[in-house]
């Protein structure tokens, strides 16, 4: 039974964490306009978790998002301009100039992945619910 629950909630994760990210780009598709970002510091500098944080703006307001370091930009510093898309409607969702993810052949699989989590989910909670009822019934019968 843990294990069908686990299994389920992986699924659960998976497909909300997918769907989230695939509406997010719709939404930078359909609404997205192109900023210029100013790397305002590095995070955990000289560590593999490096990140960056970029300010932009977009409509007269100050925003600010937390990125994984760029690999096209060999040491990035503070002050370093960059390129960003933004939704217009929601300036929190952004993403680098250029980068099309999620695409529909990287959503896929993550699809498939949920629906085999979700299906190997129910198939151990049902077994277990049944293997529970017939142990119920066969007590019953013999007591």
């Known amino acids: 039974m843990l294990l069908g629950a686990v299994f389920l909630a ?18 930078i598709d359909d609404t997205g306009i192109r900023v210029t970002g100013v790397v305002s510091r590095i995070i955990d500098p000289g560590t593999k978790y490096q990140r960056q944080e970029i300010s932009y703006p977009v409509d007269h307001h100050r925003h600010t998002v937390v990125r994984n370091l760029d690999t096209d930009l060999s040491h ?3 002050g370093h301009r960059v390129c960003l898309e933004v939704a ?10 250029g980068t099309r993810y999620p695409k529909g052949d990287d959503m ?12 190997a989910g129910l198939l151990f909670v049902i ?5 529970g009822a017939r142990q119920t019934r066969r007590i019953g019968i013999t007591a």
């Open 10 to 27: 992986i699924a659960v994760f998976g497909g909300c964490s997918a769907t989230l990210q695939w509406q997010r780009a719709e939404l």
């Open 76 to 78: 990035p510093k503070p």
């Open 88 to 97: 217009r409607t929601h300036p929190g969702v952004v993403r680098m100039c």
């Open 108 to 119: 896929y699989p993550v699809y498939i992945l949920v629906t085999v989590f979700g299906t």
């Open 127 to 131: 077994g277990y619910l049944v293997t």
